[in-house]
């Protein structure tokens, strides 16, 4: 039979794998909606662009820790 200790490296690998990716999609999101907000509402200082996408860079790198610490706690 396989052995569930055997299997479990390589789901961490594939967690680890998907990070980054998650990361972009977050902060590009958060970046479109500040986007979106600039042209909507006019704001000339592209102010919305800058806080939302500074807020999805602090988003995804709770992310990233809250599934790094998950990884870790599952040892």
Known sequence: ??????????NKWM??????FQMGLIIFAFAW????LDEKYLNKD???VKILTLAGVFVALYNVIRQVNDLNKNR
Not at 1 to 10: G, W
Not at 33 to 36: A, E, H, M, P, R
């Open 1 to 10: 039979m396989d052995n569930p200790e055997k299997k479990q490296p390589n």
């Open 15 to 20: 967690a680890l794998i998907n990070i980054p």
């Open 33 to 36: 909606l500040g986007t979106w």
């Open 46 to 48: 592209e102010l919305y």
